[in-house]
């Protein structure tokens, strides 16, 4: 499923410089699923034509109230009635003091007044103008009305200057957007995630590690913000940018993760570890690198503490829900079901790493999930709909614990 699947989106865009980037976020909402009608002001269709929005959503672009009525096409009332989200971007300085004093002097400004669904506000002008106190107070007087502001992004101006006031970029936008189309089942939940694999080292070149990229946690942690939990993602190494609204702790090895999860595990509600951790690290690391020279290199290892058994011990006391992922190319079931009871578990997600569209690096996987309840087959799917379905299970368990 898309992200933007069956949701009814008004995207109104004023006249900020920024018009043109709103054109691409039509365009991915459009393209991810969503029914997109846009609005423009006079000002902002002298920056982009409407002909573009047109094209781009599928949809007429409407810009003149009287025009709109006339034809019977929509009312002004009508459109911020049906739909699931009001996104304003790019929106002036001049939309914002209009909307935070009730003018609705335009086709925009009166469906946002008429609106029934939740409103987000997309600011872009000039730091100037942002920093102003006047549109300052006007921005919130906005959110103590209950709409959701996109903070702009800090950055060079069109007209040259340096400061807030930037259009945000889309990556940021898109989460706070999904955000508000999102159930917020996980609100009030503390979720501790690990992610990606860790590095043994050999030497100060060299290491052990393993083929994980961090994909499967870092999807869980960013469909877990989506759906309003609080959360703490604790990383091996990866490439993978930090999901919006994460908060990231970095580590290396198996040792570090270890310090780390144990002392961020007592203030959480819920543990996902979804980590390769790796299970042995050389005995010794030589102190400078290894030369070919040298004879022959043989590695003596020795096993790295077990993170998720020491969180199974720990369960009862710090009262958290724990997760675990197994990660297997054989006996699937079995694996699983011996990890659950050995390591204390309320939920197994297990994996089939032997397929190259499930497991290690793959965008898709397919997982297993045990708990209580026995076995249940997930689809072959993306990572983050596989996040989700994973989330839905622990939403389930936490409901049913209260
Ligand atoms: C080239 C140009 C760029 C502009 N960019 C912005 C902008 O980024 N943000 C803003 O608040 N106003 C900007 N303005 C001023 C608005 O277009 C102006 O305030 C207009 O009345 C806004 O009308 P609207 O809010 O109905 O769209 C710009 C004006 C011009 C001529």
């Not at 069956?6 to 459009?30: D, L, Q, R």
């Not at 009262?319 to 578990?345: D, H, P, Q, T, W």
């Amino acid at each position: 499923m898309s992200r933007f699947s069956g949701k009814k989106i008004v995207v109104g865009v004023t006249g900020s410089i920024a018009a043109f980037k709103v054109a691409g976020w039509v365009s991915t909402m459009t393209k991810e699923g969503a029914d997109v009608s846009v609005i423009m002001t006079a000002a902002g269709s002298r920056f982009v034509a409407p002909l573009t929005f047109a094209a781009l959503s599928g949809n007429p672009v409407l810009t003149d109230m009287f025009k709109a009525e006339e034809s019977h096409a929509i009312s002004h009332i009508e459109l911020g009635q049906k739909a699931d989200l009001l996104l304003i971007a790019p929106a002036t300085a001049n939309t914002i003091a209009k909307l935070a004093h009730g003018i609705a002097d335009d086709l925009l400004a009166t469906t946002v007044l008429a609106a029934s669904c939740p409103v987000m506000i997309a600011p872009a002008m000039n730091s100037g103008m942002f920093e102003n106190p006047i549109t300052q107070r006007n921005i919130r007087l906005l959110m103590d009305a209950g709409y959701t502001i996109i903070d702009p992004a800090y950055g060079q101006m069109a007209c040259k200057t340096e400061g807030p006031g930037r259009l945000a970029e889309w990556e940021n936008a898109e989460e706070k957007i999904l955000q508000n189309l999102t159930t917020q089942d996980l609100t009030g939940q503390k979720i501790l995630i690990t992610a990606g694999p860790t590095r043994e080292a050999l030497d100060p070149a060299r290491f052990l590690s393993n083929r994980s990229s961090g994909k499967m946690g870092y999807a869980l942690a960013r469909t877990a913000v989506r759906r309003g939990a609080d959360v703490h993602l604790i990383s091996g190494p990866t490439t993978l940018l930090t999901p919006y609204g994460v908060k990231k702790t970095s580590v290396v090895s198996a040792e570090e993760m270890y310090a780390q999860v144990v002392q961020a595990c007592t203030d959480c509600t819920v543990i996902i570890k979804a980590a390769a951790v790796s299970d042995f690290r050389p005995q010794n690391t030589a102190t400078q690198k290894v030369k070919k020279d040298d004879a022959e290199f043989v590695l003596q290892l020795e096993q790295t503490d077990d993170i998720l058994k020491k969180l199974g011990e720990m369960k009862e006391k710090h009262n958290y829900l724990l997760v675990g992922f197994a990660a297997e190319s054989c006996n699937l079931r079995e694996a699983g079901e011996k990890k659950l009871k050995n390591k204390n578990l309320d939920l197994i997600a297990i994996n089939d790493i032997s397929n190259n569209n499930t497991g290690f690096e793959a965008n898709t996987n397919q997982v297993t999930l045990l708990d209580s309840d026995g076995f249940t087959d997930l689809p072959l799917t993306s990572k983050e709909e596989t996040a989700n379905l994973i989330l839905d299970r622990i939403s389930a368990q936490l409901a049913s614990a209260v």
